[in-house]
């Protein structure tokens, strides 16, 4: 079956940095738009970053961008999300998701698979 895990959360001063992985099995990675979504308690996932099968194009959420950069290495079946100058709002628990054929936009609704996620803690 399709596994998406997270790894790489933590806690981190403000200004800090941290690296999110995401490794995939039971898919054709290379066929897949992969994403970042944000969970804070009592609101819906929020879109942060996303790329396209061969990382032709990536799209960030307003919030993030030039800070965060997403990658992916279709060898490895690996996606990560590297996180410079965290602010306290970037608090809460990090997903990876999947979307088939996908166009990488951020849309909750388009991602077929997601991952249990991990926590990122951001002490001001």
């Known amino acids: 079956q399709v596994q998406l895990v997270e790894s790489g959360g933590g806690v981190v001063q403000a200004g800090g940095s941290l690296r999110l992985s995401c490794a995939a099995s039971g898919l054709t990675f290379k066929n897949y738009a992969m994403a970042w979504f944000r969970q804070v308690p009592g609101k819906e996932r929020e879109f942060q970053a996303a790329?396209?099968?061969?990382?032709?194009?990536?799209n960030y959420a307003d919030s993030v961008k030039d800070r965060f950069t997403v990658s992916r290495d279709n060898g490895e079946n690996m996606v990560w999300l590297q996180m410079n100058s965290l602010k306290a709002e970037d608090t809460g628990v990090y997903f990876c998701?999947?979307?088939?054929w996908g166009l990488g936009d951020g849309l909750r609704g388009s991602y077929e698979y997601w991952g249990r996620g991990t926590q990122v803690i951001v002490s001001s």
């Open positions: 998701a999947a979307d088939r």
């Open positions: 790329i396209v099968w061969n990382g032709g194009r990536v």
